[in-house]
């Protein structure tokens, strides 16, 4: 059974902050990692995806991926109450389903 | 461009009845799934067509059968309805399904289902 492993939260930071979001995944051969956020009441939308070991950037958001540790995390720098929303890892192995972890509450105190 | 779109947004059925969810998308994706989401257990698979004419069983199947009308349009049907049957059901779609960000899935805005 694959799985993916994320906090449930709710991770609670101060405006402007540093918001570090992890997840742990059981599959060795995964490829593909991806980040979604979605707000209450919302569909998931995507934030960032990452293929490759280290850290990718994008904006305000880092992913980064270690696949010895199977280990991939989100930073979210300068954290916005508009960040104030639930998290999604997720996993693929392609060719395969893409796995979700059951999310990480995120709250951004202005 | 509409990207995914779902219907209905919201439906309350009674126990043993029937519906269809429907679900389409204009960015000529091949791939397209369907998903229910409950509180505290992420995403589940429910069904999935890696491309037009092919449909396949996701993690929890049971209770629902789907149809790959065309290339735009994936539907899910609920034969005969259950209150474990309520949840929110997410319809998405990716370019592909395989690797190297073909398989980013973009998703519906969600119909929102309570049997009764």
């Known amino acids: 059974q694959k799985e993916v492993e994320q906090n449930s939260g709710p991770l609670s930071v101060p405006e402007g902050a540093i918001a570090s979001l992890n997840c742990t995944y059981s599959?060795?051969?995964?490829?593909?990692f991806f980040w979604y956020r979605q707000y209450s009441g919302k569909s998931p939308e995507l934030i960032m995806s990452?293929?490759?070991?280290g850290d990718k950037e994008d904006g305000r958001f880092t992913a980064q991926l270690n696949k010895a540790s199977q280990y991939v995390s989100l930073l979210i720098r300068d954290s916005q109450p508009s960040d104030s929303a639930t998290y999604l890892c997720?996993?693929?192995?392609?060719?395969?389903?893409?796995?979700f972890g059951a999310g990480t509450r995120l709250f951004v105190k202005a | 461009n509409a990207g995914v779109t779902q219907t209905p947004k919201f439906q309350v059925l009674k126990t043993g009845q029937s519906m269809t969810l429907q679900c389409a998308q204009d960015?000529?994706?091949?791939?397209m799934y369907w998903y229910r989401q409950d509180p505290g257990m992420g995403l589940r698979l429910i069904y999935y067509?890696?491309?037009?004419?092919?449909?396949d069983k996701g993690e929890v199947p049971n209770g629902y059968n789907v149809s790959r009308l065309n290339k735009r349009e994936f539907s899910l049907r609920l034969e005969s309805a259950a209150p474990s049957q309520t949840s929110v059901y997410f319809c998405?779609?990716?370019?592909?399904f395989g690797t190297g960000g073909t398989e980013t899935q973009y998703f519906g805005p969600g119909t929102r289902l309570l049997v009764l």
């Open positions: 998405a779609s990716s370019e592909f």
């Open positions: 599959d060795r051969v995964s490829q593909s």
């Open positions: 990452i293929y490759s070991n």
């Open positions: 997720a996993v693929g192995a392609g060719g395969f389903k893409t796995i």
């Open positions: 960015m000529n994706h091949n791939s």
């Open positions: 067509s890696a491309s037009e004419g092919t449909t």
